[in-house]
């Protein structure tokens, strides 16, 4: 069965400082992995999807992944946080099995960024 | 391009009635997600509609009903609501496999 692994609940870094929010996944076949962002009263949007083609993904906003095998990690990484990325992130996985794109989230990170 | 819409935005009950809630896809998207995000809980998937087909479900009671009608629009029908009901519902539609989401209803019982 497919599942991510959040590894922090809370992550709080300074403007201007950079951001790593963790992911660690389990799949028995080659994942598709996305990182979606949700806004205080808003919906999901999705800041970049890997779907095994480069290893080093790029997202909207300066947000970034890197997929390593190995590590059976997808960490986010962004060089210099803003006040504005303050939100919730989760790490997703789609679940092909069954024929079926269900994604199945991360308990999610809270990113707080202060002045 | 439309984002997925969903209405209402907030809808309040008391337990024992019955809530719909409301979703219309991007155009030319084909496959409507439901998922519940609930307090302590995380998001979890709740149903899968495609082509008017009800495809898969998640480990929710059949109480978490819903239909796809011909525009692919999609309705989410909670019978017999209880307190724990209570949680934000939000519609995700795709053509291929990456969803979009909208933002939600947010369903009060009381």
């Known amino acids: 069965a497919q599942s991510v692994t959040q590894l922090d609940s809370h992550v709080s870094v300074s403007e201007g400082t950079p951001v790593l929010l963790r992911c660690n996944y389990s799949?028995?076949?080659?994942?598709?992995l996305f990182w979606y962002v949700q806004h205080p009263n808003k919906g999901l949007q999705l800041l970049l999807k890997y779907t095994s083609a480069a290893t080093l993904v790029k997202g909207i906003n300066g947000f970034e992944a890197e997929f390593k095998k190995s590590e059976t990690s997808f960490h986010l990484t962004k060089p210099s946080a803003h006040m504005s990325d303050a939100a919730e992130y989760f790490c997703v996985v789609s679940d092909r099995a069954g024929n079926t794109d269900k994604l199945i989230f991360g308990t999610g990170t809270r990113l707080q960024v202060f002045p | 391009e439309a984002g997925v819409t969903q209405s209402p935005t907030h809808l309040i009950k008391t337990r024992g009635q019955q809530a719909t809630l409301r979703c219309s896809p991007i155009?030319?998207?084909?496959?409507v997600y439901w998922y519940q995000q609930a307090l302590g809980l995380g998001l979890q998937f709740l149903l899968w509609y495609d082509e008017g087909e009800e495809r898969n479900r998640g480990n929710f009671p059949p109480r978490f009903s819903g239909r796809q009608f011909p525009n692919y629009s999609s309705e989410l029908n909670v019978n017999a609501l209880e307190l724990e009901d209570s949680a934000l519902y939000l519609c995700?539609?795709?053509?291929?496999?990456?969803?979009?989401f909208g933002p939600g209803t947010r369903l009060t019982v009381t």
């Open positions: 799949s028995s076949y080659s994942p598709s």
């Open positions: 155009s030319g998207h084909t496959s």
């Open positions: 995700a539609s795709t053509r291929t496999y990456e969803q979009y």
